[in-house]
């Protein structure tokens, strides 16, 4: 049952496997283990970058596609879910009608954009998709009569999903279950969905041709493969993923915005989660978006904690201080990159079991 | 006259700015292996990949059974049944040894007595089954790397220096594999470097110097006549036997 919903790809070390596990376990109980609305609010964004790191990871590890346009596809899901709920209303209906137009929005311009350039070498396709990716995030901060412009769109959602409503009268393990729990586990368990579908696309045959593409493309060609098809459905299922990573956050902030979707440092996250996870492994997705969701929101406190406990050493407290996390963020990923040039799981399962 | 497998007519092959091909022309007959010699540089890996649309031809044409393939994407000859082994061992490393031929068996999963028989030529794949390719030694690599082409029938095969580099006893392997192979109805062009292995297979054979075809005939013609070895290949049998 676990090998098949795997994909009969087990993480293949023990220590891998405990860690999965780990964060799997965290995200499931998250609302109960981690009560508050600061770490829901961190267990959410955990779920759903790991489905969008695991989307880049499709075409970043498993094809060999370097694009710069991943954000944009993760924009349109939040766009298409904000500019429906903002303008037809908080029904379901309006929510799923946005969720349909963004995916098929996401298809188009992922098929244009793979067709016309994936024939053409990696850095000027990568520089083709930064091109596009700009060319988004210019419209959407100038079309504010639609997107919100820089101050993005505030939206409701149908009422079962607000904090407001109880969906049970008495507190479950100390825990209100409310709106906010749902839309908690509507984010979790659809993301944990799509990262299983995700696995079983790169563990299908159309995975191993994209491995093959990746690892030599006129092999693969010579076996008869298509190269320029296969990519540009990678490049489609990618965006789709990605869109879908963009419907949820949407869903769970009640808000998008150029900033918190669109922005080109939202891609350099990503590219990292997938190179500190180890590309082309997914189950990298989940350790490198969780270790820095986890950093980039706990970081600040740890050096605060780090920069009291030195006080009256010199030099110590004001290099801990808080301000300075971007800092050893920055020290935590060179260190990650030298010490696992594979990434994490590279480095977990070269040391099997 | 029947038909040729394959017939080449003035093909003109330039890699930037180099002109490797040069009006090569020479026909591959149905059902034989066909030995493509010459010395290093002489352009027969060119060829080959010129054949397998990997490079284009900007003149001259390529006929595979009497279709004009000059101009056919490399998929599309492949579905064909053509069938490329590209030199140094060309497989695909990061996946394993059963992922390698499965990728290969177009048709779906392959054939129980097709893969038997592929195992029957080549003993340690079936022993290296799911370990990783690129894990496997030089003559495993090889071997892996012929196999995945055979795993379904083809009507030609090209085959890049299937020896280079690899010790005796593997050399010896091959050559049965290849025997084993000719029986098929497969069409088989080996370009190699290696003179035993060309005579020890070879029923006609294509001789490349500079570019061009200096020489076409029987295999046996060339073994028997050493004067014509060195004119053409600047060898003597005696220093590769």
Redesign the interface.
Request: a positive charge; proline letters at 5%.
């Given at each position: 049952m676990i090998r098949s919903l795997l994909s009969a790809d087990p993480p293949g070390s023990r220590l891998l496997a405990a860690s999965l596990l780990a964060v799997l376990v965290g995200l499931a109980l998250a609302p109960f283990v981690f009560p508050g609305a600061r770490s829901l609010d961190v267990a959410a964004r955990v779920a759903v970058f790991v489905l969008l790191a695991a989307s880049y990871d499709l075409l970043l590890g498993y094809t060999g596609i370097v694009s710069f346009a991943h954000t944009m596809f993760f924009g349109i899901g939040g766009y298409g879910i904000g500019i429906a709920a903002a303008s037809w209303g908080s029904g379901w209906g309006s929510l799923a009608a946005g969720s349909l137009a963004a995916l098929a929005c996401s298809a188009a311009i992922a098929f244009a954009v793979g067709l016309l350039s994936l024939r053409v070498r990696a850095i000027f396709f990568a520089m083709i998709t930064l091109a596009v990716a700009a060319f988004f995030q210019i419209l959407a901060s100038q079309m504010s009569w639609l997107t919100g412009g820089e101050d993005g769109l505030n939206f409701n959602l149908p009422s079962v999903l607000s904090p407001g409503t109880k969906l049970v009268a008495a507190p479950v393990l100390g825990i209100d279950l409310n709106g906010r729990v749902l839309s908690y586990y509507l984010v979790f368990g659809c993301a944990l969905a799509l990262f299983l579908v995700l696995l079983r696309i790169v563990n299908s045959?159309f995975g191993?041709?994209l491995?093959?593409i990746?690892?030599?493309e006129?092999?693969?060609?010579?076996?008869?493969?298509?190269?320029v098809v296969y990519r540009t459905v990678a490049n489609c299922l990618g965006a789709l993923a990605a869109t879908c990573a963009g419907l949820l956050y949407a869903l769970w902030l009640r808000y998008t915005g150029p900033a918190t979707t669109l922005s080109f440092d939202i891609m350099i996250d990503i590219l990292l989660m997938v190179v500190i996870g180890g590309m082309?492994t997914m189950y990298g997705a989940v350790l490198g978006a969780t270790i820095f969701v986890l950093a980039e929101s706990y970081l600040r406190d740890l050096l605060r904690l780090a920069s009291d406990a030195t006080h009256g050493v010199p030099l110590l407290p004001a290099l801990l201080h808080p301000d300075r996390w971007l800092l050893w963020l920055g020290v935590l990923f060179v260190v990650c990159v030298y010490y696992f040039p594979h990434g994490i799981v590279g480095r977990l399962r070269a040391r099997r079991p | 006259m029947p038909e040729p497998m394959l017939a080449l007519s003035g093909v003109n092959t330039r890699i930037g700015q180099y002109h490797i091909l040069q009006g090569v022309a020479f026909e591959v007959p149905r059902g034989g292996l066909t030995m493509l010699l010459g010395r290093n540089g002489a352009g027969k890996t060119t060829c080959l990949r010129t054949i397998m649309g990997l490079w284009r031809a900007s003149a001259g044409s390529v006929r595979v059974e009497g279709r004009d393939t000059t101009r056919l994407p490399t998929p599309e000859l492949a579905r064909l049944g053509v069938a490329y082994v590209p030199e140094n061992m060309g497989i695909f490393a990061g996946l394993t040894v059963r992922e390698n031929m499965l990728l290969a068996a177009r048709a779906g999963p392959p054939d129980e007595k097709r893969l038997e028989w592929v195992f029957g030529l080549f003993p340690a794949l079936r022993k290296f089954w799911n370990a990783l390719a690129g894990n496997l030694s030089g003559g495993q690599k090889q071997m892996l790397a012929v196999a995945r082409a055979i795993i379904e029938p083809r009507r030609l095969l090209l085959v890049d220096e299937p020896t280079k580099g690899l010790a005796p006893a593997i050399v010896a392997n091959m050559i049965e594999a290849f025997r084993e192979l000719k029986r098929t109805d497969t069409t088989i062009l080996v370009v190699e470097q290696n003179f035993q292995f060309a005579t020890s297979l070879g029923d006609s054979v294509a001789v490349m110097d500079s570019g061009r075809i200096v020489h076409t005939g029987a295999m046996a013609d060339l073994a028997a006549d050493e004067g014509l070895q060195q004119r053409l290949l600047g060898l003597s049998l005696d220093a590769h036997q």
């Open positions: 045959p191993r041709v491995l093959a990746r690892e030599n006129f092999r693969a060609e010579a076996l008869g493969y298509r190269t082309g | -």
